[in-house]
């Protein structure tokens, strides 16, 4: 059996929510792994940073958004062994955030109803995750159980 270890990458994601209750998902834009396929918002979380922070900042940078420390709700996560690297991602819910959304990073968005986010061509660490969004979060069900 060999010794080498797939590396744990922390990775903080979110699902903004509208006041309708559709989620914001993102497009992997061309260059990087898995271009064209959707996600969740979100990013690597870096050295010294709290998961937390890091979706303020990769937010901002993708979204020209920013939502308050509390107003991220922790929701669920993935533990997802992809062929190079051991994904762990918590998933946020977020319903309130200052600024104007507007992707900087020319990645394309679309608001998706909860039970609609199967039909997107998903990350494959998501898969699980948009079940679980769509179970627990039906349409017109503000809040989570
Ligand atoms: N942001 C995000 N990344 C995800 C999700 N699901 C999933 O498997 N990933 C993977 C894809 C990437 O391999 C990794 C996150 O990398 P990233 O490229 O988005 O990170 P980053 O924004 O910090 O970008 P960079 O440093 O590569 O420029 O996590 C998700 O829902 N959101």
């Known amino acids: 059996m060999s010794d080498a270890k797939p590396k744990t990458l922390l990775v903080a994601a979110c699902a903004l929510i509208d006041t309708d209750g559709r989620i914001l998902m993102a497009q992997r834009p061309d260059g990087k792994d898995h271009a064209g396929k959707w996600e969740f918002p979100g990013g690597k979380v870096e050295a010294g940073e709290t998961p937390e922070r890091a979706l303020q900042r990769e937010l901002y940078e ?50 998706v109803w909860p039970d609609k986010l199967r039909d997107l061509d998903l990350v494959p660490a998501d898969v699980d995750l948009a079940s679980e969004v769509a179970d627990r979060i039906p349409r017109g069900r503000r809040f989570p159980s």
């Open 62 to 111: 993708e979204l020209n958004i920013e939502p308050c420390e509390t107003c991220m709700q922790p929701f669920s996560f993935s533990s997802f062994a992809y062929p190079d690297f051991h994904l762990l991602m918590p998933l946020y819910l977020c319903r309130q955030w200052d600024g104007f959304l507007r992707p900087k990073e020319g990645q394309a968005t679309r608001w």
